[in-house]
């Protein structure tokens, strides 16, 4: 098995898509569609690789990162942030909070897998 894959995503396509690629493989994957409590989802679960949307229901995804990288259980762990809003200053926000990749959408299947693969490392 690849590892642990933690996905914070509150579009249900989405959850879907990337779950069934990341399971094909090999990876677990836990999903989590709340900003409000998912920093304490990632503590618990202990991913391998989070990935994150920036925009959540009660919490943003820029606030949810900088909750994790405050947390000595999850500090340390990569974050990928998945946005539609790919505007520089989105980018630079999440850069400044800590990420460790950003990728808008659309994404391709081959992009989202091999980006997990490289983070997990």
């Known amino acids: 098995m690849a590892g642990k894959v933690l996905l914070i995503e509150d579009e249900p396509h989405i959850v879907e898509a990337i779950s069934f690629l990341l399971e ?3 990876w677990q994957v836990f ?3 709340n900003g409000q409590d998912a920093a ?3 503590g618990r679960i202990a991913p391998d ?3 994150l949307d920036n925009m959540l229901p009660n919490k943003s995804g820029i606030d949810v990162l ?3 990288r405050a947390d000595a259980t999850t500090s340390g762990k990569p974050v990928l942030m998945l946005t ?3 505007q520089a200053r989105d980018k ?3 850069e400044e ?3 460790s990749m950003f990728m808008t959408k659309p994404f391709s299947n081959q992009a989202i897998i091999d980006t997990v693969k490289m983070l997990a490392q």
Do not use: F, N, Y
């Open 24 to 26: 094909r493989a090999g």
């Open 31 to 33: 999903t989590h569609s």
């Open 40 to 42: 304490e989802v990632a």
């Open 49 to 51: 690789v989070i990935i």
């Open 66 to 68: 900088r909750e994790i």
């Open 84 to 86: 539609a809003k790919g």
């Open 92 to 94: 630079a926000a999440a």
């Open 97 to 99: 909070a800590g990420v």
